[in-house]
């Protein structure tokens, strides 16, 4: 995909409003991928996946046992995340362009969506892209679905920051998430406004 074929929305976050109270959405941080009058694809990277690299390495067949114990500490602890409710047994690695593979689908000029064993095999051999982060798992939204959302006060945009999309450390990316559009989450209010 060029740079003609990309949505204003495509690399951009959704970061959560707070009258998001319940359901798999809250406080979460969205990495947009693809947005069209089709709908709307992105993956939370702000939430733990119960299953580690490894784990994933070892059921795939692609490791296991003493190979595993072999692997580089970078690869050992390779975030996976939850990346959304919509088809969570398969997995997607978002990684940075210098990896190229066959089905890799350029998402901005520094970040790229993989969705193949390829990658993983890569990651796994050390031939893999500098940074990565794997989700298990997207979001999706139909037709119009995703601009209603940001209308009626559900989320919060913002371009994204690569060091945020790699960063292991989920648990403070709300917050920074917040920061880059200078708020605290103190400061937002649940109640939509319109002039």
């Not at 993983?120 to 999706?140: F, V």
């Not at 959302?149 to 994204?160: Q, V």
Request: glycine share 10%.
């Amino acid at each position: 995909m060029d740079k003609s074929e990309r949505s204003f929305m495509d690399g951009q976050f959704l970061i959560a409003m707070p009258g998001l109270q319940e359901g798999t959405f809250v406080r979460t941080v969205i990495y947009v991928c693809a947005h069209s009058p089709a709908g709307a694809m992105g993956f939370i990277i702000n939430r733990h996946q119960p299953v580690s690299f490894l784990d994933v390495l070892e059921h795939l067949d692609i490791l296991g046992g003493e190979d595993l114990t072999k692997l580089s500490s970078e690869v050992r602890q390779l975030p996976v995340l939850m990346g959304g409710p919509v088809e969570s047994g398969r997995g997607f690695v978002l990684h940075s362009d210098d990896y190229v593979g066959e089905s890799s689908i350029p998402v901005t000029d520094e970040v790229s969506l993989t969705a193949t064993l390829d990658i993983i095999r890569a990651i796994s051999k050390g031939n893999g892209p500098k940074r990565a982060t794997m989700m298990l798992g997207y979001a999706g939204w139909g037709p119009g679905q995703l601009e209603t959302e940001i209308a009626s006060n559900g989320w919060l945009t913002c371009p994204s920051a690569d060091e945020l999309i790699f960063d292991p450390s989920v648990d403070t990316k709300y917050e920074r998430a917040l920061a880059l559009l200078g708020i605290s989450p103190a400061a937002l209010s649940s109640e939509a406004g319109h002039a």
